[in-house]
């Protein structure tokens, strides 16, 4: 072929290449424009899937959670046996129809009456009766064990049967009391109040305390830490108090001078209180903090569960 022809035809040929890759271009724009316009459509159809599958899935992928059942502990009847055994021992089949009589027979009306014929100026009746000991059985059952005080001396206790409703709301004396021996006595643990607490500062902000404590002279607030809340037993039971000995659980308490602040110590203390009456001999465990060179009150731990402590 010619040079002149070869030259026309490649002139020819470039606009057509160039053509060819405009276009291309031209079909990648468009079908990128329909995949963004796809996607766009596409989002509120998929958000219309997605709410309404949403209930079925949250559903399915939560667990069920058990139901918790409370049941109710059973009711002890110890209450029930002792009113019961003050009315038979107080109770004669010789006057059934006392108000004694008439209560033990309502509360157990198997049960046989005691035939009571004392001699004249016997204590045939107990000062007090107290339930000391409870211990159920299947069933329904329990066997409650009572105590009962005369003013001689004498201490009987007896082993009453008793049946108990399903839901603790009905009691039966199912037979007639028996006389058991006691309780045996428990060993008691080692006390930990073993350091012997010397007189001294101490000692002195105890005697203190139960002064104003016991007696109502002075003010309780201020032998108290700060943060703790405590009145004076009102009206006062005592006339005066004084502080026969002080141990306590830790070395620390028996230093002769007052520790750094923020020491605790724990006290046994150890009053002779007076009343009109007599001298009686009590005891009191207290928690004591030190704060500027001297010891101030934390907590009165004996009988806490009425709210004697810090708060």
Same mark, same amino acid.
């Given at each position: 072929m010619a040079p002149? &022809? @070869? *030259?026309? @035809?490649s002139k020819a040929a470039a606009p057509m290449a160039a053509d060819a890759r405009l276009e291309a271009m031209r079909r990648r724009v468009r079908l990128s424009r329909l995949a963004v316009w796809t996607v766009i459509a596409a989002g509120p159809i998929a958000l219309c899937v997605a709410v309404v599958s949403t209930p079925a899935t949250v559903q399915a992928a939560? %667990?069920? &959670?058990?139901? !918790? #059942? $409370?049941?109710?502990?059973?009711?002890?009847p110890a209450g029930y046996a002792q009113l019961f055994v003050s009315a038979w021992l107080r109770s004669s089949a010789n006057d059934a129809t006392s108000a004694q009589a008439r209560l033990a027979q309502a509360l157990a009306p198997g049960v046989e009456l005691p035939l009571q014929d004392p001699p004249a100026g016997a204590q045939s009746t107990p000062q007090s009766v107290t339930a000391v000991r409870s211990a159920q059985r299947s +069933?329904? $059952?329990?066997?409650?064990? #009572?105590a009962a005080q005369? !003013?001689?001396g004498r201490l009987r206790y007896y082993a009453v049967p008793v049946a108990a409703g399903g839901a603790g709301a009905s009691f039966a004396v199912t037979g007639a009391p028996g006389v058991v021996a006691g309780p045996a006595r428990a060993a008691a643990a080692k006390s930990p109040y073993r350091v012997t607490v010397p007189e001294g500062e101490l000692s002195s902000a105890v005697g203190e305390f139960f002064t104003a404590y016991l007696t109502g002279a002075g003010e309780v607030s201020r032998y108290l830490a700060p943060g703790v809340a405590l009145s004076a037993l009102s009206p006062a039971p005592y006339t005066a108090v004084s502080v026969q000995q002080v141990s306590a659980a830790e070395e620390t308490a028996a230093a002769a001078r007052v %520790?750094?602040?923020?020491? &605790?110590v724990h006290v046994l203390v150890q009053v002779e209180a007076q009343d009109i009456d007599g001298r009686w001999p009590l005891a009191y465990e207290l928690a004591l903090t030190a704060r500027s060179d001297r010891?101030? #009150?934390? *907590?009165?731990?004996? +009988?806490? *569960? @009425? +709210?004697? +402590? *810090? $708060?």
């Open positions: 002149a &022809k @070869q *030259a026309s @035809q939560t %667990p069920a &959670k058990p139901t !918790a #059942v $409370r049941t109710a502990a059973a009711a002890d +069933g329904g $059952r329990w066997s409650v064990t #009572v005369y !003013a001689d %520790p750094a602040d923020g020491t &605790k010891w101030e #009150v934390a *907590a009165l731990e004996s +009988g806490t *569960a @009425q +709210g004697g +402590g *810090a $708060r």
